[in-house]
C-alpha cells in the first residue's frame, strides 16, 4: 500500500495570501495524483486530477504541481470560502489512498 | 447533473452486518466505476472499494474479508455489505462516482453508521 503523507497538519494564513500544501507518496505515483478540498459536514469536492489538471468550475487560484512522488497544491490568493480540509489521493497502485489531510484555517 | 443518494441503518450492532445502498440519478450505473469510502468522526479518508456494473470488483485488503459489493443496473443502484463489524467501523460512508483513471468526480452526501450495541 502507497503511503501518502500531508504537510503540515494545519496550516495558518490570512485571506489574500499564498497558502502551499504539500503530499508526498511512499512511492512514485507518476502522475495519478487527485487534490480534493472538503468543508464541516460535506463531501469531498475534487480540485486537481492529473496532479495538475483543474476539475470543472475550480478557479485558477488553485493550481498543482511536483514531481512523482512530492506533490504540492498552491492556492495563490486565499479567500474566504477556501478555509477548509485538504486531501491528496493516488489512484496508480491499488488500493487507492488518501493523505490524512491539512487544514487551512484562519490566522 | 449527477447525484448520489446512501440510504441504510445509521445504527449496527457489533459483530452484525453492515447494509448500504448507493440510488445514483443523472447518470447511467453501466459505465464508470463506483465506489465505497469512509471516514470515520474527524478522521481520513478511506477507500473500501469499487465495483464496475458487470460486477467486476476491487475491494481494500483492509476489508477484504467481510466486504461484498454489488450492482443493480435496473434501480440504477449500487450495494455495499460489510460484515463483523466493530466499533471501528463506525464512520461517514460516501458513495461515489470514479473515473476509469482513478479519482472521484462525484459524492454521495454520505450517510453516518455508528456501530454499538
Known amino acids: 500500500e502507497i503511503l501518502m503523507t500531508q504537510s503540515p497538519a494545519t496550516l495558518s494564513v490570512s485571506p489574500g495570501e499564498r497558502a502551499t500544501l504539500s503530499c508526498r507518496a511512499s512511492q512514485s505515483v507518476a502522475t495519478n495524483l487527485a487534490w480534493y478540498q472538503q468543508k464541516p459536514g460535506q463531501a469531498p469536492r475534487l480540485l486537481i486530477f492529473g496532479k495538475f489538471a483543474r476539475a470543472t468550475g475550480i478557479p485558477a487560484r488553485f493550481s498543482g504541481g511536483g514531481s512523482e512522488t512530492e506533490f504540492t497544491l498552491t492556492i495563490s490568493s486565499l479567500q474566504s470560502e477556501d478555509f477548509a480540509v485538504y486531501f491528496c489521493q493516488q489512484y496508480n497502485d491499488w488500493p487507492w489512498t488518501f493523505g490524512q489531510g491539512t487544514k487551512v484555517e484562519i490566522k | 447533473q449527477v447525484q448520489l443518494q446512501e440510504s441504510g441503518p445509521g445504527l449496527v450492532k457489533p459483530s452484525e452486518t453492515l447494509s448500504l445502498t448507493c440510488a445514483v440519478s443523472?447518470?447511467?450505473?453501466?459505465?464508470?466505476?463506483w465506489s465505497w469510502i469512509r471516514q470515520p468522526p474527524g478522521k481520513g479518508l478511506e477507500w473500501i472499494g469499487n465495483?464496475?456494473?458487470?460486477?467486476?470488483?476491487n475491494y481494500n485488503p483492509s476489508v477484504q474479508s467481510r466486504v461484498t459489493m454489488s450492482a443493480d443496473t435496473s434501480k440504477n443502484q449500487f450495494s455495499l455489505k460489510l460484515r463483523s463489524v466493530t466499533a471501528a467501523d463506525t464512520a461517514v460512508y460516501y458513495c461515489?462516482?470514479?473515473?476509469?483513471?482513478?479519482?472521484?468526480?462525484?459524492w454521495g452526501q454520505g450517510t453516518l453508521v455508528t456501530v454499538s450495541s
Open positions: 443523472g447518470a447511467s450505473i453501466s459505465s464508470y466505476y
Open positions: 461515489a462516482r470514479e473515473t476509469a483513471a482513478g479519482h472521484i468526480e462525484y
Open positions: 465495483i464496475y456494473y458487470i460486477g467486476t470488483t
